[in-house]
């Protein structure tokens, strides 16, 4: 199954976690995958956790819940110290703000980790496209979380996480942390998800422009602008699109 590093793909989990699961997909997805196992998904969003709650019972999967939980400050005797053998974190760099917060979640997620088990931690970074809205619009969006706090000291146009998550692995205890690459196909041959990223950069322009406008980045005319070149030029059929993801397992 693709949710997983190869090497982690086809052990016999029994206790995962996804910290900062949002509306719950990933979880209900190991949650088919792995029907024995028990599941727990949680976020800080009560919004969040109440539609992925719902999503769970019209799904009929009865091995995983949902639950609200503040991942960087919660207490972590209310999850259960070292009892999951897989810990996840996915996209979390629009909500962990930089190298001191992402060592303190690292370390959190250490100590959920059973001796033996593995915490696998996913970030997007770098978008290679021949579009120039969408090229705009990813610069707005690294310049206003690099404003914000978010991501780590770089020297490029990106947010430095790629480079330094495996070392903050190794520095709070994990052994053995490995990478595996790996990138997202949304040109327009590849019609479902280009579909699917069309409808996230609408929804990530509706949902983030009081952010990118309070950091100043762009203006209200630019953002209604790139709004509609985005989705028309991903909706051209010469559209070439890829996102690169970096997977860290330890």
């Known amino acids: 199954i693709g949710h997983l590093p190869h090497d982690l793909r086809g052990r016999p989990f ?10 719950g997909r990933w979880a209900l997805d190991m949650a088919y995958h792995y029907p024995d196992a028990e599941i727990v998904g949680v976020d800080i969003s009560n919004t969040l956790v109440e539609y992925a709650r719902a999503r769970t019972k019209t799904m009929n999967r009865h091995n995983v819940k949902f639950i609200l939980f503040d991942a960087l400050e919660g207490n972590l005797g209310e999850l259960g110290k070292g009892s999951y053998d897989l810990v996840n974190l996915r996209f979390a760099v629009g909500w962990v703000r930089g190298l001191e917060q992402w060592t303190n979640l690292l370390k959190r997620c250490y100590a959920l980790t059973a001796v033996g088990g593995y915490t696998v931690v996913t970030e997007g970074e770098g978008l290679s496209t021949d579009s120039p809205a969408l090229q705009r619009l990813y610069e707005i969006i690294v310049q206003a979380l690099q404003l914000g706090g978010y991501g780590f000291p770089s020297f490029g146009q990106d947010l430095g996480i790629a480079s330094q998550l495996g070392t903050l692995l190794y ?8 990478l595996e690459g790996g ?4 040109s327009f041959y590849n019609p479902e998800e280009n579909m699917a990223w069309r409808n996230s950069f609408s929804a990530l322009i509706a949902e983030s422009s009081p952010f990118f406008l309070k950091m100043g980045v762009t203006t209200p005319e630019e953002l209604a602008e790139l709004s509609m070149r985005v989705g028309s030029e991903l909706y051209d059929e010469a559209f070439s699109g890829v996102g690169s993801l970096f997977t860290f397992y330890g």
């Open 183 to 186: 990138a997202i196909d949304f």
């Open 14 to 23: 029994q206790k995962i976690l996804d910290l900062g699961c949002g509306s």
């Open 171 to 178: 520095s709070v205890g994990f052994s053995q942390v490995a």
